[in-house]
């Protein structure tokens, strides 16, 4: 049950306020949620997770949301919970409006509170300045510990979202296996919905590899979300199903429990060339930029529409699984096409603020660099991006290939763990 806090108008001509729980010291007990889009009362801010920052001159708290941007002008306060001895502390809030917004009402935005001294935040929640009583929700404040070697994971994947009642389940098998052959060690899932097959594979993937870990992703229970990046295609209140603070949000939550973040699609991998793994690519790219760069991987689209039927890896066992054979596609739209939507091999802690295909704000030190298709990648299997290309316009790419005979067995062993609905 949560607490009703009252914070007179007077306070927020002041920088600071301070007032002292009447429960048992070294707890904070007030009203706390896990959950994802935590509706912030007076505003249209929805809050999805808070963040301990530990790279500003002074130690503060980093609220991550989604804001309505014609909201940019109202003042927030942060409201803090001190582990040591129970107090509730409130901060202004300095209000960060992301700018790739493509044109819709809302978008990713972050509020950045400074820590009074003496305080280690426990729990955080914003407050309006437009409302005189707050029933404020807290969310517990993550990445307490700073950590910059000795990562529980080395490679992480993060996918944003799946949504629509997705049910590609072949190619998203054969993607996370392959990621596993590259060295994730870790898939994170961004889900709306999926189909009850892709629910199976998801369990399986959960709870017995204890490779991939599911998050919720209610978007659409809150928002208007948009199918497509422009409001003159899908009108709505959100680019593309909330991609956008997904991929803020897996920066963030996984900032101190991974060396690499690699965001992904699940129709997409960022494949070596001249290597067979993750460790192997990002070792010769380290060794010449540098710990604090990011890698941009241009894309190549491989259209689904065209596909390879005389080959071993036409499997017939696979026949009535829906979704794509990833390796039965290797004609790939030639260069060119001017589209900048490749992916990126992240250091998540140079990264302040994330869109889709690039890193919108560096940490100082942090930069972003373009891998050549000499050293890698992106292999993107999708629907054609430029129609008017013919078959015998596309380039052949068999680049994929030589994780062929792997990737089947791995398939293979996969399938018959798994218990798909008929």
Request: charged letters at 20%; hydrophobic letters at 35%.
């Amino acid at each position: 049950m949560g607490v009703i806090i009252l914070f007179p108008k007077k306070y927020w001509a002041t920088n600071e306020l301070v007032s002292r729980s009447h429960q048992s010291r070294d707890q904070c007990h007030v009203k706390v949620t896990s959950n994802p889009f935590t509706l912030v009362h007076g505003s249209k801010t929805l809050l999805l997770n808070a963040f301990y920052e530990h790279r500003v001159a002074k130690a503060s708290v980093r609220l991550l949301g989604i804001v309505r941007r014609e909201e940019d002008t109202a003042q927030s306060r942060c409201v803090l919970c001190c582990h040591d001895d129970g107090r509730l502390v409130t901060v202004v809030a300095e209000r960060n409006t992301h700018p790739s917004h493509y044109f819709f009402p809302y978008s990713t935005g972050d509020f950045l509170c400074q820590i009074p001294h003496g305080c280690q935040p426990r729990y955080a929640g914003l407050m309006s300045e437009n409302i005189n009583q707050a029933d404020i929700t807290f969310l517990p404040v993550l990445n307490q510990a700073e950590r910059q070697s000795s990562f529980p994971l080395n490679f992480t994947v993060c996918l944003t979202t799946m949504f629509n009642n997705y049910n590609n389940v072949l190619q998203f098998i054969q993607a996370v296996e392959l990621y596993r052959l590259l060295g994730a060690q870790r898939v994170i899932v961004y889900k709306n919905s999926c189909s009850p097959a892709m629910e199976e594979v998801l369990r399986y993937y959960s709870s017995q590899v204890g490779l991939v870990e599911v998050l919720s992703w209610p978007v659409d229970a809150h928002l208007n979300v948009s199918s497509s990046w422009l409001p003159s295609l899908s009108p709505g209140d959100l680019h593309y199903y909330g991609q956008i603070p997904a991929n803020n949000d897996c920066v963030y939550r996984y900032m101190y429990q991974t060396r690499y973040l690699l965001m992904h699609d699940a129709d997409e991998v960022i494949l070596p060339t001249g290597s067979d793994s993750w460790t192997e690519l990002l070792s010769t790219l380290d060794s010449k930029h540098g710990e604090n760069a990011n890698y941009y991987f241009d894309n190549n689209v491989f259209p689904i529409e065209e596909k390879e039927t005389d080959t071993r890896f036409n499997r017939p066992e696979w026949a009535g699984l829906p979704g794509v054979n990833f390796l039965l596609h290797v004609l790939k739209e030639p260069d060119g096409s001017g589209y900048t939507t490749g992916k990126l091999i992240l250091n998540p802690r140079s990264v302040l603020q994330m869109e889709v295909h690039a890193v919108q704000l560096h940490n100082p030190g942090g930069h972003t660099v373009k891998v050549g298709p000499e050293l890698g990648q992106l292999y993107h299997m999708r629907r054609r991006k430029n129609t008017a290309l013919k078959r015998s316009d596309l380039v052949r790419d068999e680049g994929l290939l030589r994780f062929g005979p792997r990737l089947v067995e791995r398939v293979k062993v996969a399938l018959s763990n798994m218990k798909l609905p008929s």
